[in-house]
């Protein structure tokens, strides 16, 4: 462990030399708000941005004021160090640096610090630095003494609470407290997942993993990424590997998340220390303060486009963590874990990977980023340890007790019926691997159109769809109740009109649950891939302020589920409601296959399905939806059970393999709602009737489906188009996924029964080919009777 001690109690230190290896600078972005001063000087100096003197500050109009309160200045002339190490401000009485910025959330902060050896004092100069936003002590006691590379630069994200923003260096009694060069500038809200209390952060490491020293030019966001050869415990247990190809940026993953040059090396697992065949844990180890809050954020993109990419653990001082879950994603694509974790009292941090026991494949990882988590007021971190879980979602959608019950005793009547024994996982909890951009580059201080006039999102996947809080506050009169249009578990959902005249759906997350941030991540993350006439549209999103917002095309005519029942809305006639099966239809198949990804959409249900002014349909509500590399056919993913009850596939459950087949079953469960017009689940009617897809498939059985259908509809369905829609609704719902057909099946059969439904409009009497069939129709009087014989294989 000899390697860490040069290491100790450590922040980053920069390396000079600049790294040449590396092919290009990251392309020039300007940055909606900075400020960089090149302490005790009164000329402008180049260092990857342009550092500018602070001895004209106050007056050289870039709001940054300096309280000059016994303060003086020192040059070192003879210094090689780049030009913004070669002035040093000291201060021998406390004294601040005050910056106006133009926007609160989260900044980054950094101070660089150089002692020249020349100069005793300075290297002896042992000082406090505190900021204000609620939070005081960056740096305790600092002194460049006991750090043995210089300079030395202690970089910061804090959550500011005011535009207001001050540094005060505190010399302590007798000493003095110096400063070379402060960088200060908005990366936006991007770590607004974690609690109020973690979000002021002090990064301890920050590891290339797998790859060379990363210089702070070649970061978009000035950040020092070191090897991390230092850190492994042993050696022999991992080795580096590396692509050439570029990661696959998107919306959430951007090259501010991490540069490329982070997601193209990786330390690999090694298949044969010590013993033959034998995988150890690979393991990092780092020095850090004693019973601390830690960030923890693991980077990972699978560059080695290896078709057994599976799943592997990550555990945290011994503990398991989190899985992680590369076949999500696919090859290239970069994503990232976010841990909180308090050390322990032995000073270091054991971060591990290892292989689950049944596979084969080596687990991997890209960059890791340690934080400490500092304390508001003062207070230690340590002191607030208690358990703050988040990031992890239970696995159930809550649902009434009764129905739980229900479903279980259900889904234990199915499990007996097919006795596949299958031996069940522990319930562990699943995190949402929905990566957050560590910078989302704009924020209101941006300047740039924030949306686009096409409200195409694959046109503007980057950061167009950016909307500022301040256009959505007025679009919606303020979130004015009398443009309320929905409630659900996520929030509230406002009609509105932008700006730009565009009529608008927005959802607002509610902010207090801090649970919905997974949903709302994943639902960008499958909107900005998608578009698609039979899926709904994003039109923007607003994440400033904590807030989370989705910014939809308007759906006029609202949800399936209240054309059906539950509301006062004339009723759909047969025709239009297979128009709309169709086109939800058509929006699974296309999530399910129109992408190099399948999506499974995972929450299939008549209030999912929204319809625009003309009835179309269009899918809607990606919050659960889960991404997949198509590796096989058809996809399977291992998760936890999310959904709703009515609509839950049984083989899911039992197996908690997820595969598009369970949406199918969900649409089997919605045909079942439009045939029926009414709910999936229905507390109230008797026992054998609560579970509309058991009831109806009772039904069918003993030939008395007229039982259950619409009256509304009644003297409208052609009988042959009614047995070959229940035909389909039969075949959505059995119990077996590979029993279930596609949505390419689904769409097929469904605009088989309109052009039988079509065609045979009229007439009143049909004989099925389909099986034998009596059915009594009186037209006339707009009332049907049916006794309908099923073909005696169902
Ligand atoms: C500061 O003022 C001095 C003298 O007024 C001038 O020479 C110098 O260029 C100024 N520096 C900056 C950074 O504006
Ligand atoms: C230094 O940079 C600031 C901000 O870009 C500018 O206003 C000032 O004129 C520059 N001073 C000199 C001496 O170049
Ligand atoms: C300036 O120094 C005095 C004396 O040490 C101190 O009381 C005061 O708080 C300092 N002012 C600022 C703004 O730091
Ligand atoms: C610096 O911070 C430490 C820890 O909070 C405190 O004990 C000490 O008094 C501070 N020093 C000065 C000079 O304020
Ligand atoms: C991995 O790559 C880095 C940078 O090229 C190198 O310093 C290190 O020795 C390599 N480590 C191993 C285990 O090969
Ligand atoms: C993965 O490998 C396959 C063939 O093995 C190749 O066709 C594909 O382009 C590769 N994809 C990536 C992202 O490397
Ligand atoms: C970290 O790992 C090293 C090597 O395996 C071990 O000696 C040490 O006890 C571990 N520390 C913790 C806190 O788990
Ligand atoms: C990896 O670490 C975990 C947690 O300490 C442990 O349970 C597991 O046995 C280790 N695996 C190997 C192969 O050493
Ligand atoms: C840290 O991780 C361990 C093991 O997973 C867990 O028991 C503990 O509660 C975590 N602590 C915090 C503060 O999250």
Redesign the pocket.
């Known amino acids: 462990m000899e390697n860490l001690c040069f290491l100790n109690s450590v922040s980053l230190f920069v390396i000079m030399v600049v790294i040449v290896l590396l092919p290009h600078l990251s392309s020039a972005y300007s940055r909606p708000e900075k400020f960089y001063i090149n302490c005790g000087s009164d000329s402008n100096v180049s260092y990857g941005q342009t550092f500018v003197g602070d001895k004209n500050a106050s007056g050289n109009g870039n709001s940054v004021s300096f309280t000059e309160n016994g303060t003086e200045v020192f040059e070192n002339k003879a210094s090689t160090a780049p030009d913004i190490y070669r002035t040093v401000r000291i201060f021998r009485q406390p004294s601040s640096y005050k910056f106006q910025l133009d926007s609160v959330g989260l900044h980054f902060v950094r101070l660089h610090f150089s002692a020249v050896s020349s100069m005793k004092e300075l290297l002896a100069a042992s000082f406090n630095v505190s900021a204000t936003s609620g939070l005081n002590h960056l740096l305790k006691s600092f002194s460049l003494q006991k750090i043995t590379v210089t300079p030395r630069v202690e970089e910061f994200l804090l959550m500011m609470d005011s535009t207001k923003f001050e540094i005060q260096f505190v010399p302590d009694r007798s000493s003095l407290a110096l400063v070379n060069a402060i960088e200060v500038f908005s990366a936006d809200n991007d770590l607004k997942k974690l609690p109020e209390s973690d979000r002021n952060l002090h990064t301890i490491y920050r590891l290339n993993v797998g790859g060379e020293l990363i210089a702070p030019d070649y970061d978009t966001l000035g950040r020092t990424w070191l090897p991390d050869d230092d850190f492994l415990?042993r050696k022999e247990s991992a080795k580096n590997i590396s692509s050439s190809q570029k990661p696959n940026y998107d919306l959430v993953v951007t090259k501010y998340t991490a540069p490329h040059f982070v997601y193209q090396t990786a330390k690999k697992m090694v298949e044969f220390y010590p013993i033959a065949k034998t995988k150890v844990n690979v393991?990092w180890?780092f020095k850090v303060k004693s019973n601390y809050r830690h960030f923890l954020r693991f980077h990972f993109c699978d560059i080695l486009n290896n078709s057994e990419t599976s799943d592997f653990n990550l555990y945290i001082?011994?503990n398991w963590r989190e899985d992680v879950k590369p076949s999500g994603y696919g090859p290239m694509t970069p994503f990232f874990i976010d841990v909180v974790n308090a050390s322990?009292g032995?000073g270091?941090?054991?971060v591990s990977m290892g292989t689950k026991e049944t596979n084969t494949f080596d687990a991997f990882l890209n960059g890791l980023e340690v934080m400490e988590v500092l304390g508001k007021s003062g207070s230690d971190s340590s002191e607030n340890s208690s358990s703050h879980r988040f990031h992890i979602i239970a696995g159930c959608v809550t649902a009434a007790a009764s129905a739980l019950t229900l479903v279980l005793s259900l889904l234990f009547m199915v499990f007996l019926r097919r006795r596949r024994s299958k031996k069940t996982n522990p319930e562990v909890e699943v995190t949402v691997l929905s990566p957050l951009p560590l910078y989302n580059g704009g924020g209101s201080t941006n300047k740039r159109p924030l949306y686009s006039e096409n409200n195409s999102p694959l046109g503007n996947l980057q950061l167009g769809l950016m909307i500022p809080f301040t256009d959505i506050t007025r679009a919606t009169n303020n979130f004015d109740d009398q443009w309320l249009i929905g409630k659900g578990g996520f929030g509230n959902v406002y009609k509105a009109i932008l700006p730009d005249g565009t009529k608008v759906a927005i959802k607002r997350g509610k902010v207090e649950s801090g649970q919905g941030i997974f949903e709302f991540h994943t639902e960008i993350q499958v909107l900005s891939r998608i578009s698609h006439r039979h899926l709904v549209s994003l039109t923007g999103y607003c994440e400033e302020n904590s807030e989370m917002i989705l910014v939809y095309e308007l759906m006029e005519n609202g949800t399936l589920r209240e054309h059906l029942f539950g509301s006062n809305l004339p009723s759909l006639s047969w025709e239009q409601r297979l128009e709309i099966c169709i086109g939800a239809a058509r929006g699974l198949h296309y999530l399910h296959n129109g992408l190099d990804e399948a999506i499974v959409h995972r929450d299939v249900k008549s209030t999912n399905i929204l319809l625009d002014e003309n009835n179309v349909a269009k899918v809607a509500d990606f919050g659960i939806s889960k991404i997949a590399v198509r590796t096989q056919d058809p996809i399977t993913i291992s998760t936890n059970i999310k959904g709703t009850f009515g609509y839950l596939d049984p083989d899911y459950v039992l197996t908690r393999m997820l595969t598009e087949k369970s949406d199918v079953y969900a649409f089997g469960v919605v045909l079942l709602e439009v045939l029926c017009a009414r709910p999936a689940l229905n507390n109230r009617l008797p026992d054998e009737e609560v579970n509309l897809a058991v009831w109806a498939m009772s039904c069918k059985s003993q030939g008395i489906i007229d039982k259950i259908v619409d009256p509304k509809l009644i003297g409208q369905i052609e009988p042959i188009s009614l047995i070959k829609f229940m035909e389909i609704a039969e075949k959505c719902l059995k119990d077996r996924g590979d029993e279930r057909p596609n949505m390419a099946a689904v769409i097929w059969n469904l605009e088989y029964v309109l052009r039988l439904q079509t065609i045979h409009e009229g007439s009143a009497l049909t004989i099925s080919s389909y099986g034998s069939l009596v059915m009594v129709s009186d037209s006339s009087e707009r009332t049907l009777e049916t006794r309908v014989l099923l073909p005696s294989h169902s």
Request: charged share 10%.
């Open positions: 415990f393991t180890t001082n011994g322990d032995s270091f941090f054991n």
